[in-house]
């Protein structure tokens, strides 16, 4: 329900230079979704990032939304990763750092696992952007508002990321 054609949205509050409103999609055919709408919630990089396995930062993502790399295993894994250490959600973003384009369709990885938590695909170059502002600024997380509904924005005041075309 709380995304438009498929899409989903957030909006980074925090740090101020990425500031913008990120388009994700959610997985095709397993995980939960939104029944809130977080106006703030920590958006934290996983540790190791592909989020294969235990995490080094797993008392960090309690309660909060994990950010993960794609790759190493599949996206019901990783979402179940972030699921056993509390996380209300996971956004997945292409290891390819260059693609501001194309989305991955995710979907169930033929076992008979599900996951509980919302699940979403980010383009490599948001997902690249994001840990590096965080890096730059030596910041363990984002701050962000999930879900934001796009609809009711008028085109000119939508503040996506420059380097993105919607």
């Not at 956004?91 to 989305?103: A, C, F, K, L, R």
Request: glycine share 10%; charged share 20%; net charge negative.
């Amino acid at each position: 329900g709380l995304g438009v054609n498929e899409y989903l949205y957030f909006q980074v509050l925090s740090p101020g230079d990425i500031r913008y409103i990120f388009q994700t999609n959610l997985a095709k055919d397993f995980g939960g979704i939104f029944h809130t709408r977080y106006e703030q919630i920590y958006l934290v990089p996983a540790d190791p990032p592909h989020a294969c396995s235990d995490l080094n930062n797993g008392a960090f993502i309690q309660d909060q939304i994990g950010l993960v790399e794609r790759g190493a295993c599949s996206f019901l894994s990783k979402a179940r990763v972030i699921q056993e250490h509390g996380g209300r959600a996971v956004i997945i973003s292409d290891n390819m750092y260059d693609n501001d384009s194309s989305y991955i369709e995710m979907v169930q990885d033929g076992t008979s696992r599900d996951s509980e938590i919302p699940a979403l695909f980010l383009l490599g170059k948001d997902g690249y952007m994001i840990r590096r502002s965080l890096e730059l600024h030596g910041l363990p997380w984002a701050v962000i508002s999930i879900p934001v509904n796009v609809s009711g924005i008028p085109t000119f005041q939508l503040k996506q990321p420059p380097w993105t075309l919607w």
